[in-house]
């Protein structure tokens, strides 16, 4: 009988393969306004600061780096850096200066080894990597910003302007449906984004077609698909999945009305934070009502103790 393949790992390699050649057909096809050079130099910032902390990360823990593998587990290692540095690469707009690119991927890998929480035994990152250093980048370097949506679709035209996001929304929704298991997620974000617009509309000086116009952007699209789906930094329970999405939506409403820009990314990197916190403080309070397995002396246990030879 063959054996089943991992979801985790197919879904690894199906958004590597997507997210690669969204990169190529954007820089030939579709108008991406970046220089060439940034997802190869993103890429290799990525690789070269995963296989380092992983080097230092496996001294430390007394294991084997994940790079000494077997060639299909060293792949599954190295994609999510890979789709990192692309994502990086794709969604900043640093000019033609490539070193905030280098920047956002090392805070994005150095996250998942620094900033992480122990969970039934096993310490994880809770904070999603790309998101985390393109948010690190968007404040330390106020002059870079996000790219702009129209380089989705700057170099087509007619019905190819709603191709594209369609494409993606489709795939994305595949993806998510069949390998990830994400969509009460998406769900939760796509309805609490629609209550926060009812919301901000009823209360603030906002049209509600305005508050509800980012839907039908590309950029939402890539954002609800391949960015807040990040399956090792979100929640597994159903419930727990509509919460997080309602969260993030909510987040971003804050923020919008607050009138702080990049809101999405913003969003995100809160909610993900807090639940971070969340899980620290639930792992703790699980610690402290742990039953201890000592067990209490008994006579007999006395007794064999003061035994000569007896520890």
């Not at 890429?43 to 380092?52: I, K, M, N, R």
């Not at 980048?137 to 129209?150: S, T």
Request: with cysteine; aromatic share 8%; proline share 7%.
């Amino acid at each position: 009988m063959k054996p089943r393949s991992d979801p985790r790992s197919a879904a690894l390699r199906r958004f590597g393969v997507s997210i690669t050649a969204l990169t190529i057909l954007g820089h030939t096809v579709l108008g991406f306004e970046q220089a060439y050079a940034t997802p190869v130099v993103a890429v290799l910032a990525a690789l070269a600061t995963e296989l380092l902390l992983d080097s230092v990360d496996a001294v430390v823990h007394r294991r084997r780096p994940r790079y000494l593998a077997p060639v299909g587990k060293v792949i599954d290692f190295l994609l999510p850096a890979y789709i990192a540095g692309l994502a990086a690469a794709m969604l900043l707009y640093a000019n033609a200066t490539l070193w905030p690119y280098i920047l956002a991927v090392v805070i994005a890998i150095s996250s998942k080894y620094l900033v992480r929480v122990r969970v039934d035994g096993r310490l994880r990152h809770f904070l999603n990597p790309s998101n985390a250093g393109i948010v690190a980048v968007l404040v330390l370097l106020p002059w870079v910003g996000i790219a702009p949506p129209y380089e989705f679709t700057e170099w087509i035209s007619g019905p190819l302007d709603a191709l594209v996001p369609a494409l993606l929304l489709v795939a994305g929704t595949m993806l998510n449906a069949s390998l990830t298991r994400k969509t009460p997620l998406i769900l939760g974000w796509v309805g609490g984004f629609v209550i926060q617009a009812l919301v901000r509309s009823a209360f603030d000086d906002i049209s509600l077609v305005s508050a509800l116009l980012p839907v039908t952007g590309t950029a939402f699209v890539l954002f609800t698909n391949y960015m807040i789906t990040d399956p090792g930094t979100t929640p597994v329970r159903l419930r727990n999945q509509v919460a997080f999405g309602m969260a993030t939506a909510a987040a971003y409403g804050v923020l919008v009305t607050a009138h702080v820009v990049f809101g999405l990314f913003f969003a995100l990197v809160i909610v993900c934070a807090l639940r971070g916190t969340g899980l620290a403080v639930l792992t703790r309070a699980r610690a402290r009502t742990k039953p201890t397995t000592e067990l209490a002396p008994t006579p007999a246990r006395q007794v064999a103790a003061s035994l000569p030879g007896q520890a």
